[in-house]
């Protein structure tokens, strides 16, 4: 239990990072409501589940060749300079709700925040740190509650991220949603040339 407490407490602390799931998640939500948002939010855990797994399996033995970062960054660039200029090109709201978005539209969220996340190849380097500390600290049994802590303390703060973008929505005029999708597209294009930088320096 100290372990999955440890963990958890880590997951939540994981609240602070700003980045293009951030904001991935957050304009699903305040576009299309709770539902949208958590979508993508699974997405994004079940992304860090992969990584971790991988992480655990000597995976990250890739990390160790450059031509894998180089190739993964250079998508997740890609994604995120694809997604961001959508935003800046193409702001206005579509005038769907919660009811009438269909499950292929959620799988879109889904694979939106999956992808966002997976194609970064720092977050795997993250997960393979946290990992490693988890089962030097705790042994491999206890290493592995921890980590389960840790994805659901994540999943927790998203989940809250969501609520909250929900809650806001409801205060926001057309226009201000608007400013908020172009902000979102602009930023995700600084992150794009960001990963771009660290990738060169890599």
């Not at 769907?96 to 966002?116: A, C, Q």
Request: charged share 10%; aromatic share 14%; glycine share 12%.
């Amino acid at each position: 239990m100290i372990a999955f407490g440890e963990g958890y407490l880590l997951g939540l602390s994981m609240i602070i990072f700003i980045g293009p799931v951030l904001f991935t998640l957050l304009q699903a939500a305040f576009q299309f409501g709770f539902k949208s948002g958590w979508a993508v939010a699974w997405g994004i855990i079940i992304s860090d589940i992969v990584c971790v797994i991988l992480s655990k399996s000597g995976a990250q033995a890739l990390l160790q060749h450059k031509n894998y970062v180089l190739y993964m960054g250079v998508a997740g660039v890609i994604l995120l300079i694809g997604m961001g200029s959508n935003y800046l090109l193409n702001p206005g709201l579509s005038k769907r709700n919660e009811i009438n978005i269909t499950t292929s539209d959620y799988l879109g969220y889904f694979t939106k925040g999956f992808l966002v996340n997976f194609v970064n190849p720092f977050v795997f380097l993250i997960w393979v740190g946290v990992s490693t500390r988890a089962i030097q600290q705790y042994g491999e049994v206890s290493g592995n509650i921890y980590l389960a802590g840790t994805l659901l303390g994540i999943f927790t703060t998203d989940t809250l991220k969501v609520i909250f973008a929900e809650k806001i929505k409801r205060i926001l005029t057309p226009n201000h949603l608007g400013y908020i999708y172009k902000a979102a597209g602009t930023l995700l294009i600084l992150f794009a040339v960001i990963l771009g930088i660290r990738l060169y320096f890599y």
